[in-house]
């Protein structure tokens, strides 16, 4: 063998071990890339939980104060009455 074919056999066993390198790089950059979608779609699924929570949130703080302007109601309804029922007792005579 004459010293241009070990040259060549050289840098073809450089060319491969370097081809074998990139490949694991490129089977590597492959995983991370489906990671990184997985990772997407858990996040897109989260933030409708988190969408869905704060509804129910919202309602869970509104049921209090519904509470309260029924009672408020309630009272002023009863409060409407009694005064019309003294109203109207005072003009009848009774």
């Known amino acids: 063998m004459d010293e241009n074919e070990i040259m060549i056999r050289e840098r073809i066993t450089a060319l491969e071990s370097a081809c074998k390198s990139l490949q694991q790089r490129v089977v590597h950059i ?6 990184v979608q997985k ?3 858990e ?7 988190i969408n869905k929570m704060s509804v129910d949130l919202s309602e869970l703080e509104r049921k209090p104060a519904k509470r309260w302007d ?14 019309g029922t003294a109203l109207i007792t005072m003009f009848i005579g009774g």
């Open 30 to 35: 492959e995983e991370l890339i489906e990671s």
């Open 39 to 41: 990772m997407t779609v």
């Open 43 to 49: 996040m897109q699924h989260m933030r409708e939980d």
């Open 70 to 83: 029924s009672l408020v109601s309630a009272v002023l309804g009863a409060l409407a009455g009694g005064l």
